[in-house]
């Protein structure tokens, strides 16, 4: 038995199904079984529960061979967080895992470090140490940013204003990948046991700034009038506003601040090497398939 937490999210929805159709028997672990409907049309089973709940944890993991951990805290409905979901919750997999005998696969993040500017990528990293030193049988997949994420972003601000924004300057280069071809990589580690131990990274073939990203949602969706930048003095006074009333927003304008800065960038070359058989999927392709 394989078990999904995040199995109804940008990642899980993709991944679920490959491991169906390889017989696998995979029940996911959610806090709305409604949303997994699709998915359990297909052959999945889906278990209510929250990872931030040890006890609901356990239940559901009871009897696994594997655990996936595809959850993320960075947004989301229930006042979630990298601190609640990402930390805690994987802690309350990882112990589950160890009682269930069971190995586990960490979704991370390309860059997780304990240093870095943005709070999901501290926690990914806290959760990889954890992970390392449970004692399990473990695989960590890192990668970098999902295309459709953050045309989900881009698209709701279209919608709502006919415009689509960008935040700070954006021409800082980014790396962004397709969940499809991350959610192969992820089901390729979770039936290849010889897999265990390794930190498998990956990436789109490609990097981008948000501006360019910006332009070719407008060349896809028809839509082209002026994009709309939010300022960094604007960011900066976003997440110093709402901090405390709004967590949420406030963690985003910081990770905002930071990707328009940093380094994001990403030499895909290597991992694409060792996996030339899984797909590899270049962003105009993943938006069409997106928007469609």
Known sequence: MIVVAGGTGTLGTRLVPLLTDRGANVHILTRDPDRAAPL???????????????????????GADLVISAVHGFSGPGRVSPASVDQA?????????????AAFLLLSVVGASP???????????????MLRASGLD????????????????????????GKIMVFGRGNNPVNFVSATDVAALVARAALDSGLRGQ??????????????FAVLMQDLTGCHRKVQHIPRAALRAMAWLTAGAKPDLARQA?????????????????????FADLPNTDMTSALKEFLT
């Open 40 to 62: 359990s049309a297909i052959g999945a089973h889906a278990v209510r529960g929250d990872v931030r709940n040890p006890a609901s944890v356990a239940a559901a993991v009871e």
């Open 89 to 101: 919750g994987n802690a309350n997999l990882i112990t589950a895992a160890v009682h269930a005998g």
């Open 115 to 129: 240093s870095h500017p943005i709070g999901l990528f501290r926690a990914k990293y806290d959760a990889e140490q």
């Open 138 to 161: 473990w695989t960590v997949v890192r990668s970098t940013a999902f295309v459709e994420t953050w045309a989900v972003i881009m698209s709701e601000t279209l919608q709502r204003s």
């Open 199 to 212: 930190v498998l990274e990956i990436g789109g073939p490609a990097n981008a700034t948000f501006n360019q």
């Open 254 to 274: 910081r990770a905002a601040l930071a990707m328009d800065a940093i380094d994001m960038t990403f030499d895909a070359a290597g991992a694409r090497r060792a």
